[in-house]
């Protein structure tokens, strides 16, 4: 637990961060009412998390500026950013010495999975809820986070909550952000890349990431040399199944196109699910589609190599 009675475990926040972190998340998730979903019997959104960490001067994160682009924050650059606006006068924390990042993972219930499963085009009603009305969610974990961790008396910021944050448009049409939470959680240990551009996590990868940064110094979660190493195609030729399964014909043996699968989301989902009467019981400004992530052998688990293609 990340509170005693009356207060905060400070002891365990001493003796051991990385756990009173995890407890804190765990117990967030378990215990707000924001993860709910109202038209679904108040039934939770996501199910318990996975937490993993990284050392925020961790070589990796500058190589992001190649994979991503040169725009792509590191971890000191929005801390430094942060802290330069935050400009406390009398502070005794300006001097960054340490950056950690806290990268995590929520999964999809159950419930939710299956629903998407039985939708033909993706953006299956629960899971547009739990896309829509789970975002407010998703956010106040993040800030929930940061801001527990200012009390402890750490500066720490929720990048893609920040002032910071931005969405690029570009050549071609397709958007990158300059803190990508899938690179992240990859360099914090917590999943690696499969064909579908996702990242399978222990849990699978009908999952919801989110991250902070901080200055305190937390130990690193081991990450996997191989980026890929969790997904069957990429490891012996099996499995593949994401290709068939994606609606806007994003996904090929040379990976997810952010184009074609932006083409979809933006002009072409909405319209065949408002043709087929599918939209009545959609909330928010578009469908959403969890096709790349459902009803595949990676959904919920790491697959093993036996994952055949159907």
């Known amino acids: 637990m990340a509170q005693r009675k009356g207060g905060l475990d400070t002891e365990?926040?001493?003796v051991d961060p990385?756990?009173?972190?995890?407890?804190?998340?765990?117990?967030?998730?378990?215990?707000s009412p924001l993860n709910h979903l109202?038209?679904?019997?108040?039934?939770?959104?996501?199910?318990?998390?996975i937490v993993a960490f990284a050392d925020g001067d961790d070589r990796i994160f500058q190589d992001l500026k190649t994979i991503v682009g040169e725009f792509h924050l590191t971890p000191r650059e929005i801390l430094e950013k942060?802290?330069?606006?935050?400009?406390?006068?009398?502070s005794p924390t300006k001097n960054i010495n340490h950056v950690s990042v806290i990268s995590w993972a929520?999964?999809?219930?159950?419930?939710t999975r299956l629903m998407e499963r039985a939708a033909p085009l993706g953006g299956s009603p629960r899971y547009n809820h739990s896309r829509w009305i789970g975002v407010r969610f998703y956010e106040n974990l993040?800030?929930?986070?940061?801001?527990l961790l200012e009390v402890l008396r750490s500066n720490a910021v929720a990048p893609t909550q920040s002032k910071f944050f931005e969405i690029k448009e570009m050549p071609g049409g397709w958007l990158a952000a300059n803190w990508s939470e899938r690179h992240v959680a990859y360099a914090s240990g917590l999943g690696t890349f499969?064909?579908?551009?996702?990242?399978?996590?222990?849990?699978?990868?009908?999952?919801?990431?989110?991250s902070v940064v901080c200055d305190k110094a937390l130990t690193p979660t081991p990450r996997h040399p191989n980026q890929v190493a969790n997904c069957p195609f990429y490891q012996d030729g099996s499995c593949g199944n994401c290709i068939e399964h994606c609606p806007g014909s994003a996904i090929s043996k040379?990976?997810?196109?952010?184009?074609?699968?932006l083409k979809n989301l933006r002009d072409e989902q909405w319209i065949k699910v408002r043709n087929l009467g599918l939209d009545k019981e959609l909330i928010g400004p578009a469908p959403s589609c969890g096709q790349c992530s459902i009803g595949l052998p990676c959904e919920e688990k790491v697959p093993s190599l036996a994952s055949k293609k159907a």
């Open 12 to 14: 365990l926040f001493r």
């Open 18 to 31: 990385c756990r009173f972190i995890e407890n804190a998340i765990k117990e967030f998730v378990r215990t």
């Open 38 to 49: 109202t038209a679904y019997n108040n039934e939770r959104i996501v199910a318990e998390p």
């Open 82 to 90: 942060y802290v330069a606006v935050k400009n406390w006068r009398f």
């Open 106 to 111: 929520l999964p999809l219930t159950k419930k």
């Open 142 to 147: 993040e800030q929930y986070v940061a801001a």
């Open 194 to 210: 499969g064909l579908n551009g996702l990242i399978i996590t222990s849990r699978g990868c009908a999952v919801y990431l989110g």
């Open 254 to 261: 040379d990976g997810r196109s952010n184009i074609k699968c």
